[in-house]
Every structure is written in C-alpha cells, then in structure tokens.
C-alpha cells in the first residue's frame, strides 16, 4: 500500500515538474529575442544584455527539470507536457514582445493543450523491463524494427551519398 502512494506521489511529482519545466523552456526564446531587441536598440553585442543571458539560464533550468520529470514519471506522460511550452512561449510573446497571435496561432496553441491533455488520458500502461532476455524480445519485436532500420537507412544513405533524398516540390 505505502509503495502504491510513494509511487503514485513521485509520478505526480513528476508530472509538476513537467509542467512548470515546459513553461520555463517556452520562456526562453522570448527572454532571448528581447535581449537581442534591446542589444540591437543600443548597437551593442547581445552577449552583453542580461536579459538574454537570463533567457539562456532560464533554458538550463528548464532542461534539468525536464531531465528530473524523465526521471520521476514515464516518458509516455513527460513528453506531451513539453508541448505546454509552445502555448505559453507564444502568450508571453504577445504581451512581452507586443507580437500579434492570429486566429490561425490562437488555434495551434488550443489544439497543442488539447492534444497534450488527450495524449496523457489515454497512454497506454508501460510495462517495465526486467531482464535482458526480455529486453533483447522486445527489440527483436517487428515492431520496433521497423522504424530502426528506417532510420538505418536514412542514416547510411547519409552518410555515403554525402545528401538526404531529394523530396518533391509539394513536400512540407
């Protein structure tokens, strides 16, 4: 019962330090592009504006909570909080750096919190890993092999053709 509650209080733990990391990273690149406004305001170098300096240290917070809420709850519930940053990068962007969301941006910040909320309802129970027998069955899994030797290739045709494949005009 007590392992169920310590277990329970560490992926809430977790899940909150998701959450206040992704609105610490999506503060970044605006504390960054303010700095770089008001270095190139003043004909100085950005380097020397501490508000840029605060958005890169700000970045580095971020990404130590990201890495102790990977540590403290599942992946599976971690990386849909990540999204979270984008919405709140783009409102303090408004009110900090006086830019205009369109209806198009108001939308994408919607659908980013809604998708992050669906995707942490429905994730699917993880199983963990106990052995490497276990571990080299699931790897062996057509699965998983898949999307490897997807990535294989890609890197391979990289690496000795010297450029990725051509896509189309019409390709995002």
């Given amino acids: 019962m007590t392992l169920d509650l310590e277990k329970s209080s560490l992926l809430s733990v977790g899940l909150g330090i998701a959450v206040v990391s992704s609105f610490i990273n999506g503060s970044t690149f605006v504390l960054q592009r303010k700095g770089i406004l008001r270095a190139q305001k003043r004909g100085t170098s950005y380097l020397t504006e501490y508000v840029w300096w605060g958005g890169t240290l700000c970045m580095v917070i971020g990404q130590i909570g990201n890495f102790l809420a990977y540590n403290a709850a599942p992946a599976v519930l971690v990386t849909p909080l990540g999204a979270l940053?984008?919405?709140?990068?783009?409102?303090?962007?408004?009110?900090?750096?006086q830019e205009h969301l369109n209806v198009l941006g108001k939308l994408g910040c919607l659908l980013s919190?809604?998708?992050?909320?669906?995707?942490?309802?429905?994730?699917?129970?993880?199983?963990?890993?106990?052995?490497?027998?276990?571990?080299e069955e699931k790897l062996g899994d057509p699965v998983s092999l898949c999307p490897a030797a997807k990535a294989w290739g890609w890197r391979h045709r990289t690496c000795f053709a010297g450029t990725p494949p051509a896509r189309s005009p019409g390709a995002l």
């Fill in 85 to 97: 940053g984008v919405p709140f990068g783009a409102l303090l962007a408004s009110y900090v750096l």
């Fill in 113 to 135: 919190c809604v998708g992050s909320v669906v995707l942490i309802i429905h994730t699917p129970k993880s199983e963990n890993v106990t052995s490497r027998a276990e571990l």
